[in-house]
């Protein structure tokens, strides 16, 4: 009896152990899934057209889409879009801010681009993580408006196999009142219902003999799936779940060891001291958060207490490089797409002379709101140089108006003490000096500054921790003229300007309405362009735009996701022509 139940309960034990083991066995095959596509995302860029003229303007709506579950993806907040040339360095860098994984603007292209294939290259800082062929691709035709000879070689088209793998997707039905078209005619368009809330963006174009490099959203998802079935990963790279991340090195620039445990520095010129600062890991990386505070400012970064007798420098990555240059395969032969790019140059040169390109362009308010990461927010005592005699620098102005504050000079450098009133001694920490809202790393370069250059100081006479740091006391010099802007840095130190949020337009339409003049050209190759569209699942959507006097085979096309994560793609096409039959419906 006893031994009977001794076996039972081992029976019991062994199935419990192996359930454990078969449920870890579970949990590591989801856990190696979900490392290798946790987080990663598939990048869509649709512009309005695939042939532009310099000068022109590229409207681009951009997709961030999970890997796995296909819906916008809520983790990036910053995307990157690279314009380049052949074998070239990038023409134009643009980053966006991405918000419920989408994003939309415009791009100017300079009038002084060279005739020839562009590529487009768009990608979030997480997707490096994936490597660069998960990064979205799409080739362009640019002419420049003054070129003649037009003797640029156009893209030999490959077009790739991805039949093998199936994408569940919708197409709803898109119809147009009438298939043929008079000049400076409404046009009506409904989209059919897609069962599912989503969100599309809607181009019409003109169509050209241009070999198409137009890519969809459901080819994008094709290729993804080409790609992710061989690739690994890289070095990792952190989300920027809120905003840019500057990312660098410090390394010693004599012997290229990188360093870790340095204090990196950032503040920017303004009214008011700003800080902000990180420590290298023991890669000598480190990395900071630029919110919107940030967006267009010059950064002055620094290393804290950089020691004298090395060579001990910043490196910032360059969070738009590409580690290869572009090199298709181009063919010679464009005599049969010269006519339409001759037809594009004359529309931009007749709208330029008549200035027929104010009105398309709805550009959405966008309001600022950032906080300026203030380096104290206490009582602070006040000093107006102006309030007392001129005095030749700020050695002069220490001694005479400034108690609190004692100068020493040692081996031909002089270093500050700040009296504490607390302790009732001089700290024998450093105090902080800022020039203009900049934290100044040396109290030599601001030794000559007289009451001709100081508009005011302000002083905190006690020591002031700033998250780590500790400083006896704080010094803010407020200069007349921006002194900050001419002060030498130091080796250990490095200044850059951030680039501005590309914010782009919103709605394009032309409306011949506005314009009473028959005589007046009403020319467009862009007819309507909307980069928000809502398709409600229920019902169809309805919209209309204009025609105009270029007579010509337009596209229109409608690329978006659902709520769900299935992708939308879907289209037809219009001829605008002056010869209307009754039959053209």
């Known amino acids: 009896?006893?031994?009977?139940?001794?076996?039972?309960?081992?029976?019991?034990?062994?199935?419990?152990?192996?359930?454990?083991?078969?449920?870890?066995?579970v949990a590591l095959t989801f856990c190696n899934v979900d490392a290798q596509t946790r987080g990663s995302e598939i990048i869509y860029l649709q512009t309005d057209r695939t042939v532009y003229i310099a000068?022109?303007?590229i409207y681009y709506k951009l997709y961030v889409l999970d890997a796995v579950t296909k819906k916008c993806s809520g983790m990036s907040k910053v995307g990157y879009i690279v314009l380049r040339a052949v074998n070239s360095a990038p023409t134009l860098k643009i980053r966006v801010k991405i918000d419920g994984g989408m994003a939309n603007g415009s791009i100017s292209l300079p009038d002084t681009l060279t005739s020839g294939v562009f590529q487009l290259v768009a990608f979030t800082g997480f997707m490096r993580n994936q490597g660069e062929e998960h990064f979205f691709h799409k080739e362009l035709t640019i002419a420049n408006r003054f070129?003649?000879?037009?003797?640029?070689?156009?893209?030999?088209?490959?077009?790739?196999?991805?039949?093998?793998?199936?994408l569940t997707q919708l197409e709803p039905k898109t119809k147009t009142d009438k298939v043929?078209?008079?000049?400076?005619?409404?046009?009506?368009?409904?989209?059919?219902?897609?069962?599912?809330?989503?969100?599309?963006?809607?181009?019409?174009?003109?169509?050209?003999?241009?070999?198409?490099?137009?890519?969809?959203?459901?080819?994008?998802?094709?290729?993804?799936?080409?790609?992710?079935?061989?690739?690994?990963?890289?070095?990792?790279?952190?989300?920027e779940t809120k905003a840019k991340l500057l990312r660098g090195t410090v390394i010693d620039s004599k012997t290229q060891r990188t360093i870790k445990d340095a204090i990196v520095l950032l503040s920017c010129i303004d009214s008011v001291p700003n800080l902000q600062y990180a420590v290298t890991n023991s890669k000598?990386?480190?990395?900071?958060?630029?919110?919107?505070?940030?967006?267009?400012?010059?950064?002055?970064?620094?290393?804290?207490?950089?020691?004298?007798?090395?060579?001990?420098?910043?490196?910032?990555?360059?969070?738009?490089?590409?580690?290869?240059?572009?090199?298709?395969?181009?063919?010679?032969?464009?005599?049969?797409?010269?006519?339409?790019?001759?037809k594009s140059?004359?529309?931009?040169?007749?709208?330029?002379?008549?200035?027929?390109?104010?009105e398309v362009n709805k550009k959405p308010t966008i309001e600022d709101h950032f906080i300026c990461p203030e380096f104290y927010h206490c009582p602070v005592n006040t000093v107006f140089p102006s309030d007392f005699v001129a005095l030749p620098n700020f050695l002069e102005i220490a001694?005479?108006?400034?108690?609190?504050?004692?100068?020493?000079?040692?081996?031909?450098?002089?270093?500050?003490?700040?009296?504490?009133?607390?302790?009732?001694?001089?700290?024998?920490?450093?105090?902080?000096?800022?020039?203009?809202?900049?934290?100044?790393?040396?109290?030599?370069?601001?030794?000559?500054?007289?009451?001709?250059?100081?508009?005011?100081?302000?002083?905190?006479?006690?020591?002031?921790?700033?998250?780590?740091?500790?400083?006896?006391?704080?010094?803010?010099?407020?200069?007349?003229?921006?002194?900050?802007?001419?002060?030498?840095?130091?080796?250990?130190?490095?200044?850059?300007?951030?680039?501005?949020?590309?914010?782009?337009?919103?709605?394009v339409e032309v409306n011949p309405t506005t314009n009473q003049n028959q005589n007046i050209p009403f020319l467009k190759q862009l007819l309507y362009w909307n980069p928000n569209m809502e398709l409600n699942g229920t019902d169809s959507t309805d919209f209309e735009f204009y025609t105009s006097d270029n007579l010509a085979k337009y596209s229109i096309k409608i690329e978006g996701?659902?709520?769900?994560?299935?992708?939308?793609?879907?289209?037809?096409?219009?001829?605008?022509?002056?010869q209307i039959n009754i039959t053209d419906k």
Not at 302 to 322: H, R, Y
Request: neutral net charge.
């Open 1 to 25: 009896m006893v031994s009977q139940l001794k076996k039972q309960l081992m029976m019991i034990l062994l199935k419990r152990i192996l359930f454990v083991f078969l449920i870890q066995q």
């Open 55 to 57: 000068g022109e303007s």
């Open 147 to 166: 070129d003649k000879a037009l003797d640029f070689k156009l893209i030999k088209m490959t077009p790739k196999d991805s039949s093998q793998f199936q």
């Open 180 to 239: 043929v078209y008079g000049m400076r005619e409404k046009v009506h368009v409904s989209v059919g219902k897609t069962n599912s809330k989503s969100n599309v963006s809607v181009t019409v174009f003109e169509e050209s003999a241009i070999p198409s490099t137009y890519k969809s959203i459901i080819d994008v998802l094709k290729d993804s799936a080409v790609i992710q079935n061989r690739t690994q990963v890289l070095n990792y790279h952190s989300p």
């Open 284 to 342: 000598g990386l480190f990395q900071m958060l630029l919110s919107d505070y940030y967006n267009g400012k010059e950064l002055f970064l620094t290393i804290k207490d950089a020691p004298e007798n090395q060579k001990w420098q910043i490196k910032i990555e360059d969070e738009f490089a590409l580690s290869k240059k572009w090199n298709p395969s181009l063919i010679a032969e464009n005599e049969n797409y010269k006519e339409f790019i001759v």
């Open 345 to 358: 140059q004359n529309i931009v040169y007749i709208n330029k002379s008549y200035q027929l390109n104010k």
């Open 399 to 507: 001694v005479e108006i400034l108690p609190q504050l004692r100068i020493i000079k040692e081996k031909g450098e002089y270093h500050a003490q700040m009296f504490n009133d607390f302790l009732r001694e001089f700290d024998i920490h450093s105090p902080a000096f800022f020039l203009d809202g900049v934290y100044e790393d040396d109290i030599n370069k601001i030794i000559e500054l007289g009451s001709d250059q100081i508009k005011k100081i302000e002083l905190i006479a006690a020591e002031r921790a700033f998250g780590d740091l500790v400083f006896g006391g704080v010094i803010s010099i407020t200069s007349k003229s921006n002194e900050m802007i001419n002060s030498k840095p130091s080796s250990y130190s490095l200044r850059l300007k951030n680039d501005k949020l590309n914010e782009g337009g919103n709605l």
């Open 561 to 578: 996701i659902s709520e769900d994560g299935t992708p939308i793609s879907t289209g037809t096409s219009i001829q605008v022509t002056n």
